[in-house]
């Protein structure tokens, strides 16, 4: 009798643990499911900063790649943006979130989404090489890569949409002051030939 009830106990816990996973599974693909449902965030770059980013694919192509680190880091372009708007009255509170987030998001994704395959093995030996961060060492054209994704790494949040909508009014605030810039950062000296290397 008592074998029965451990044998009964054992089974009742065998269906309440596979229950609990079978609820995870189910919870995790409600949360896949709740990942496809928002559609990609639609963020503007001007034709001038998109001729950029055919022009560095067009450089990647022809084994060059772009020299690191970069002369301006992508930290110090963002220090230039932060104290641009503070001298403009913006809210120092809300640009340094948004210049924080963009600097998280950048060393985030710089492995994973912003590199060509060329670049891996830079990048690899970049990190290991440097106690720096990402957003340290690369500089306009991969930060440029980086407000080209935003839209599409954007639409995997569950902000809601005030949320986003603010926050793609900064981004695209950061993409018209590099425009502005456009002429003083981006250089034909960025990209060195991979024999050179």
């Not at 998109?50 to 790649?65: A, V």
């Not at 949320?163 to 810039?181: P, T």
């Not at 960025?190 to 024999?195: L, N």
Request: charge should be negative; hydrophobic fraction near 35%; aromatic fraction near 10%.
């Amino acid at each position: 009798m008592l074998e029965k009830n451990a044998d009964l106990e054992k089974l009742t816990q065998e269906e309440r643990e596979n229950k609990k996973k079978k609820q995870k599974v189910e919870d995790s693909s409600d949360m896949i499911d709740n990942y496809k449902i928002q559609s990609e965030i639609k963020i503007k770059i001007p034709q001038d900063l998109q001729q950029i980013l055919f022009e560095d694919y067009e450089n990647i192509s022809n084994n060059k790649l772009v020299s690191l680190p970069a002369s301006k880091s992508m930290k110090e372009i963002l220090d230039d943006y932060t104290n641009c708007k503070l001298e403009k009255k913006f809210d120092k509170n809300i640009i340094t979130e948004i210049v924080e987030g963009i600097k998280d998001y950048f060393d985030t994704a710089i492995s994973c989404r912003l590199l060509y395959n060329a670049e891996k093995n830079q990048h690899t030996e970049l990190m290991k090489n440097s106690n720096k961060k990402p957003n340290e060492i690369y500089g306009i054209v991969h930060f440029l890569r980086l407000l080209a994704k935003m839209g599409e790494l954007l639409s995997y949040t569950f902000w809601d949409e005030v949320c986003i909508k603010q926050l793609v009014f900064y981004i695209e605030d950061v993409i018209m002051y590099l425009n502005e810039q456009k002429s003083s950062l981006f250089t034909s000296k960025m990209y060195e030939s991979q024999s050179q290397r």
